[in-house]
């Protein structure tokens, strides 16, 4: 799955430049998480970077955007110009 950013973001600013994948932008009001880049850092690390510096812990899985592990892991190669 995608993850989300939720209303609770606080423009802190940290999650932006952790992800490996640019999938993180300013929103109108909060940053946003493109569901067609996240793979959940998939590829890159064992946990999603973006999830481990935010200090109000609002970026959950976004249900909205169901895949597997192994669906993460193509999009990465595909992302990242290896497919």
Do not use: R
Not at 30 to 36: A, E, G, K, V
């Amino acid at each position: 799955m995608s993850l989300i950013i939720t209303d609770e973001c606080i423009n802190c600013d940290v999650c932006e430049p952790e992800c490996p994948n640019n999938a993180i932008s300013q929103g109108e009001e909060i940053y946003q998480i493109d569901p067609n880049l996240c793979t959940q850092c998939v590829g890159h690390y064992d946990e999603p970077q973006c999830q481990q510096v935010c200090p109000v812990d609002c970026i959950p899985l976004d249900p909205s955007h169901p895949e597997t592990k192994d669906e993460l892991y193509q999009k990465y190669l595909k992302i990242s110009g290896q497919a």
